[in-house]
Structure formats: structure tokens, C-alpha cells
């Protein structure tokens, strides 16, 4: 019988998570034909053995020889496949009963939809906000960063700002969402593309979505289909807090690069500058309040609002 689902899984070092991961599928199963495909990017815990130990007809495995980064990885396992529907699931991620078959109920139902995500829990059962802006404008950066969002309603700030300010209650389209746990057409992939591989890990996703809904297709936000997220867990065994920091912020600027007008980009970024100047002179106010973060977090924005002024717009 035919593949018509593969259910996508990046590793790197996933131990214990990895396990829950796979068998949360195991026990949750879509009701069509499906395979796993766990590209691991040169874990070194014992991961593999296991997957290997595992038997499962249905469970295939890519290795690389170094960490080739989130897109990269799931690039390989598009490659790999010929299933008509891709469904991306981060490896310390699990499916709750009845959650793949209500994503692919609502992907297959209007044929302009390219992409559903789910409702992302943390493991104590709160939210984890899944449904982005994208991209920001300086007038939603202030109103973040300055929260400026308490003078307005709950309900209007909420549907204005998304992310941690909406109660992710009701299916919506949106222009970004979290690739932690993301259903793909393959029609779509072959439209616009997979992953941009010049993203090693933070911000593929979030240009992967804008490119989706810019070519033409819809993002839906499933909240019926649930998945539990832990959240985190490769990067805080790679990095420390602010070298997370770091590469999140490279990433970001990268994106903007990438996918911006000069003029959207140098306006984020003279907001973004001011806006983190200011909680760092507030910090150092303080006294009491460690100012590193907002230190380094400073001369990010520094250096990238330097180079845009110089005339720097894209990077290959």
C-alpha cells in the first residue's frame, strides 16, 4: 500500500524525548498509510541504537555525519519521500490521540491550504503560543516592547499581536507558525520550496511561512489537533542562555535580510535598537538587574543597523 503520510522527525542527541516522541505516534496513529523518517544530525547518545532496536517496518532512518542544521535535515527527508502530505514533528514533541487525523481533516478540506499547525501545549498542559505576526513592524515591536499592550483590551491586542497575547481558541489563517509541529502539502513544497538552508537553526520556519503565504497559499491554525512541546531541549544542550540569545538574534536579522524591504528592515531595526537601549539604561537604573543580556543583545542591533546604513540589504 502506498505511503500517503511521512511523518518527518529531526534529531540531534533527542534521548528520552526522542522515544516519547516516536511512540506518542505509535500510540496515536493516523488512520492512513504512513512512514517515519528521523533524520539524525550525527547524534552521539544512543539514539540510534535505539531507533534501530525499535524493528518498525514503517520507521526509515537518515544519518549525517554532522549536525546539518533543522532545514537542512528536513529538506533530506522531502527528498526521501514521495508522500503526498509531510508532517514536520520536532523530536521532543508528542501527538495526542486523534491530532494527525484532525490536522489532515483540515488541510485536505480546501484545496488552497498549504499548511495546518496544532495547538502546542507545554507538558504541564498550558498553552504554548504557536500562531505568529509575521513579519513585525515597528509599531507592534514598541507595543511589545514597551508593553504598550495592557492600555488596549484583552480580546484586541490579542488578535492583533497573536503570540502570547491570544488565546489560540478558534482555527484562523495566519501568516506564521510554529515549526515545532506543522502538516505540509506536498503540492505546496514543490510550489514554493522546502527550507531555506541558508538557516542552520531559528528563523526557517519563520521565513518558510512567509514564503508559503506569499505564494499564494494558506497557513491554518488548527486548535482541535493538539501536541504536547517541551520546548527547547537541542539548544539548551548546545548552548548557554545568551549564546541561544545570539543565534536567535543572527537568525532574525537574517530573515529580515532575507525577506524585507531595505526601508521595513531599517525601520525594525532603529526600533529594535531603541527599544532594547532603553530597557538597558532601565536595567543598569536598576542596579539589581543583570544588564548582560541587553548588553549583548545592544551590540547585535548595533552592528547590524551599521552594516544596513552602509547599504548591506541580502546575504547569500
Known amino acids: 500500500m502506498a505511503v500517503e503520510l511521512a511523518i518527518v522527525i529531526v534529531n540531534w542527541n533527542g534521548g528520552e524525548l526522542l522515544r ?60 526521501a519521500s514521495d508522500a503526498p502530505l509531510l508532517f514536520l514533528l520536532n523530536s521532543d514533541a508528542e501527538v495526542r490521540p486523534g491530532a494527525i487525523d484532525t490536522l489532515i481533516a483540515t488541510l485536505t478540506a480546501d484545496a488552497r491550504t498549504g499548511a495546518c499547525g496544532p495547538r502546542l501545549i507545554n507538558p504541564d498542559g498550558s498553552l504554548q503560543p504557536s500562531v505568529w505576526r509575521n513579519p513585525m513592524n515597528p509599531l507592534e515591536m514598541l507595543a511589545v516592547g514597551f508593553r504598550l499592550y495592557l492600555l488596549l483590551p484583552r480580546r484586541l491586542r490579542g488578535e492583533w499581536l497573536l503570540g502570547f497575547h491570544w488565546d489560540h481558541s478558534h482555527r484562523r489563517s495566519a501568516n506564521m507558525l510554529s515549526g515545532a509541529a506543522i502538516l505540509a502539502r506536498r503540492e505546496m513544497i514543490d510550489d514554493v520550496g522546502g527550507f531555506d538552508e541558508r538557516f542552520h537553526m531559528y528563523g526557517e520556519d519563520t521565513e518558510w511561512c512567509l514564503r508559503i503565504v506569499r505564494g499564494g497559499w494558506w497557513l491554518v491554525f488548527e486548535p482541535r489537533a493538539v501536541v504536547m512541546h517541551h520546548g527547547g531541549q537541542s539548544s539548551a544542550k548546545r548552548w548557554s542562555y545568551l549564546e541561544k540569545r545570539n543565534v536567535e538574534y543572527k537568525a532574525f536579522f537574517r530573515y529580515q535580510r ?12 532603529a526600533t529594535g535598537y531603541f527599544i532594547t537601549l532603553v530597557q538597558h539604561l532601565y536595567r543598569r537604573l536598576l542596579r539589581r538587574t543583570q544588564t548582560d543580556e541587553t548588553r549583548q543583545v545592544l551590540k547585535l542591533y548595533t552592528e547590524e543597523l551599521r552594516q544596513n546604513l552602509r547599504g548591506r540589504q541580502s546575504e547569500s
Open 20 to 79: 516519547r516522541c516516536v511512540e506518542s505516534v505509535l500510540e496515536s496513529p493516523p488512520d492512513m498509510p504512513y512512514e517515519m523518517i528521523v533524520v539524525d544530525n550525527a547524534s552521539t547518545d544512543e539514539s540510534i541504537d535505539w531507533l534501530r532496536s525499535c524493528g518498525l517496518e514503517n520507521l526509515r532512518l537518515l544519518e549525517n555525519k554532522e549536525n546539518a542544521g533543522f532545514g537542512r535535515a528536513n529538506n533530506q527527508a522531502f527528498a
Open 258 to 269: 532575507l525577506c524585507l524591504p531595505r526601508r521595513h528592515v531599517r525601520a525594525n531595526l
